[in-house]
């Protein structure tokens, strides 16, 4: 047999093989392999198949390039049915991750087995989708249906061996996927196991209260996501019917889901994680060799960013100014690895280990000798970062990559203090550094590009997503977070509260409002943001000074007690503060601003506009490579709401004439803010959207 799927004799036992780099998805040409070899098996004379596959995995799911696109026939869930329909037995043998798809290929073969790092999941609700191949028809008949739904709504990966006590998989083998299959052929042989569908199980009874329980769980988690209670509802009813009726019932659950604006933007955000990864200018490059890490800064985020290191494996230094810093930094790195202790993420021995072993403080620089990468991390000062980098380009060896992590400040300017530019990065962490996964990488004029292919090691080597950035103040992410935040000031100025523009964007699917994340942070950085920014200003700007009275009252959010927010044993997550109303409405008064109503929509609309025209001024720029960087730096970093798949992609679904129109309106009032973007404008005028510069 020719093709990405094989069936080959070995005496009684029959393999089929899947063979279709990079993760055995299954596309069409799989499919029908797949039906192929079912016939191949059924006619043979082999008594018992082993279902595998080859590569580092079994099938990683659906080919999710074809959603979207006209279906192409075999379906899936028939290929399932037509294994599952067979009378000799078929074994399933799971390596790598048996995801979707795959693991409703799993479940449609007669037996299962895990190899030891094996791992299950149904994560289509990840996209926006059901399990549409059976999953939420079978799995509940294995493990039980809170189990169940419990999987498929969490899209969590179930491990081998948790595997084999729900049910799910009959063995844990340790040999290779081949041998392992083999040995459980020989097994059914020798006991003459017969055919097992789980089709033809029985839910196992279970509690209503448990199930209501899961539902409002996961509706809490999974705010403004529509799939999820599908699922479960899916899994339900489905499940008191006959069995094909059940699998009608998911089928239309996961078509109706196909059509869905989240399910295009879940795949948009799943292809742009992966596409900002893999930069075209970095095609052959190879990285430097990162071991040793060394870090300046102690604080929130130098001591974060040695976490993450130290998590995944690096050695860190971490330089502080003196020896008690040192000493207090190291105590605060210890403090964060207990608490990953603590949630079971890292095992006591192994904290113990990385903190004798892996971590050295110090306040001597001479110590950053042999370390292949320092990330400065200290105070946003130029000068105060010259100063590190001076000190740095005489301690460190020739081809250590010296990063900084400045927010906003001018890479090429620090690269420039340094004998070797070359050798110089942004590389920008968002804070807590060893939990948010963004890292944008600033790349400068004279970066040299084994230098850049190294910041992306280094954040595939941390699991972070990187973006590649261009120097300018604030970058991509900071710098339309400027923006958007000044479109909200403005609204506020005009009538607006705070808590409303933080409300109507929670809606919209926000994690938190603009006002919340600013008592989060500090109110004290947008306050030095504004004085850093004073002497740059345009006297047409319209400005907020609200913000500025908070800060000199000493209300600079969470860490106080009160920001826009009250934080107390009564609303520790924060209640509105009236104060902050009137403080607002002295400024009003003063500036002879009469205030208006807004409406949730129109607060939504102004602040997307702004959003996305600065994003596409970035994009315009090069400062972004493409309209999808923007969409994951604001995904990764700026918990723009994952089922919008990021402002861009949101511009192109509301339609970019639209946005275009929202600006020039605003324009009448306010042209020095209103700006369009030029490329902005170009794409409309051309009738095209921002996807069209994605590539690919
Ligand atoms: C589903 O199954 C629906 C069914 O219920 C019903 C159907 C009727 N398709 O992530 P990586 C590409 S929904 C097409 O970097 P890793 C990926 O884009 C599906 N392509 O590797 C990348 O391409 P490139 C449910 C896919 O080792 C390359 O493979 N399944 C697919 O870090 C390597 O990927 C999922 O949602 C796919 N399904 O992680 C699983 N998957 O090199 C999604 C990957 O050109 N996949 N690619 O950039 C994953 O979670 C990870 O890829 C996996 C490997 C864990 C498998």
Known sequence: MQGPVTFEAHGDIGVIRVNNPPVNATSAAVRQGLVAAANAFAASDQKVAVLMADGRTFIAGADIKEFGKPP??????????????????VICVIHGTALGGGFEVALGSHYRVAVPGARIGLPEVNLGLIPGAGGTQRLPRLTGMIAACEIFTTARQVKADESLSLGIVDAVIDATPLEAGMQFARKILDDGLPVRRVSEMDVAPYDDVDLDALRAKTARANKGHVCHLRGID??????????????????????????????????????????????????????RAITHVGVIGGGTMGGGIAVACLLNGLTVTLIERDVEAAANARAGIANTLADSVKRGKLKPERREALLADALTTSDD????????????????????????????????????????????????????????????????????AHVMRLLEIVVAAKTAPDVVATGFALAKALKKVPVRAGV???????????????????????????????????????AM???????????DIGYLTRQRLLPTRDPCERIADWGDVLYHKGRLGRKTGHGHYIYDEKSPKGRPDPEVEEIIAAERAAKGITPRSFTDAEIVERYMAAMINEGARVVGEGIALRPLDVDVTLLYGYGFPRFRGGPMHYADYIGLDKVLATIEREARTDDFFWQPAPLLQRLVAEGRDFSSLNGG
């Open 472 to 510: 300018c103040d604030g970058f991509i992410g900071n710098r339309i977070l400027k923006t958007y935040r000044t479109a909200g000031d403005h609204m506020v100025l005009e009538g607006a509260s705070p808590f409303q523009i933080d409300k109507a964007l929670v809606e919209f699917g926000f």
């Open 365 to 432: 620089y001479a110590t950053l000798a042999d370390a292949d990468l320092v990330i400065e991390a200290v105070f946003e000062s130029m000068d105060v970062k010259k100063d590190v980098f001076t000190k740095l380009d005489a301690v460190c060896k020739p081809g250590a990559v010296l990063a900084t992590n400045t927010s906003y400040l001018d890479v090429d300017d620090i690269a420039a203090i340094t004998r070797r530019p070359a050798d110089v990065i942004g590389l920008h962490f968002f804070s807590p």
């Open 234 to 287: 899916v899994a339900v009813e489905g499940t008191k019917l006959p069995f094909a009726e059940g699998m009608k019932l998911e089928r239309q659950g996961f078509w109706d889901l196909m059509q869905t604006p989240q399910r295009a933007a879940m795949i948009h955000a799943f292809f742009s994680e992966r596409a900002v990864a893999s930069l075209p200018e970095l095609k052959g490059v190879a990285p």
């Open 72 to 89: 192409v026939e075999p379906h899936l869930p028939n290929v399932i049915h037509h294994i599952e329909a067979l009378d000799k037995p």
């Open 513 to 523: 409002g603009p006002y919340a994340v600013s008592d989060l942070a500090g109110i």
